[in-house]
C-alpha cells in the first residue's frame, strides 16, 4: 500500500511540473533569430513612392560624400599623375573612340574651349566617337584635378 502511495503521489507531482513546464515562457535563441533574420533580408534596398525616392536621394548623397573624403592619388594637381594612372588606360589606346593625344584627334575639341573640354570630363559626355565617363570613371577625383590633367592632356598633344 505504501508503495501504491508513493507511485501516485509520484504521477501526480510529474503532471504538476508538466503543466508547470508547459505555462512557462521559452526564451528564444538569439543566434537562431538572427541567422533567420540574415536569411530572409532584401539582397538590396527597396524604394517605392515618395519616401523611396527620398531614400534613395538620401543614399545617393552618402555615396556622394563618402566619395568626396576620398581624394584620388592624394589630392595631386600633377596632370601626368592622373593620366598615368587613370586616363592612359583608354586615351593611351583609344579604347572605347577615346581620342588619342594627337593633334589631329583633339583639334576640333580645343577648339570648343578648355572650359566645353574641362566640363565634358567632369560631367561625362556621349560623342558619337564613344563615351567619356564622368571624371574618367574615379568619383574619387576632384574638379581640380580633373582640370589639371585636360590641362596637361592638350599640352601634351603630338
Not at 515618395?50 to 543614399?59: F, L, S
Not at 552618402?62 to 593620366?83: C, F, I, M, P, W
Not at 566645353?116 to 564613344?130: C, K, N, P, R
Amino acid at each position: 500500500m505504501v508503495i501504491l502511495f508513493l507511485m501516485g503521489v509520484t504521477v501526480v507531482l510529474l503532471a504538476f511540473a508538466a503543466y508547470m513546464h508547459s505555462t512557462a515562457p521559452v526564451e528564444p535563441d538569439r543566434r537562431v533569430e538572427q541567422r533567420t533574420l540574415d536569411r530572409i533580408k532584401p539582397a538590396a534596398g527597396v524604394f517605392a513612392g515618395e519616401t523611396g525616392a527620398a531614400a534613395q536621394a538620401a543614399a545617393a548623397q552618402a555615396a556622394l560624400a563618402a566619395a568626396a573624403s576620398q581624394v584620388a592619388y592624394e589630392g595631386t594637381l600633377d596632370g601626368s599623375v592622373v593620366y598615368t594612372n587613370l586616363c592612359s588606360a583608354c586615351h593611351g589606346s583609344g579604347a572605347g573612340g577615346a581620342p588619342m593625344l594627337t593633334q589631329a584627334a583633339w583639334s576640333a575639341r580645343v577648339a570648343q574651349g578648355m572650359d566645353t573640354l574641362v566640363a565634358h570630363a567632369i560631367q561625362g559626355y556621349q560623342g558619337q566617337a564613344g563615351l567619356m565617363p564622368a571624371k574618367g570613371g574615379n568619383p574619387a577625383l576632384t574638379d581640380e584635378q580633373v582640370a589639371a590633367t585636360v590641362k596637361w592632356m592638350v599640352d601634351n598633344l603630338k
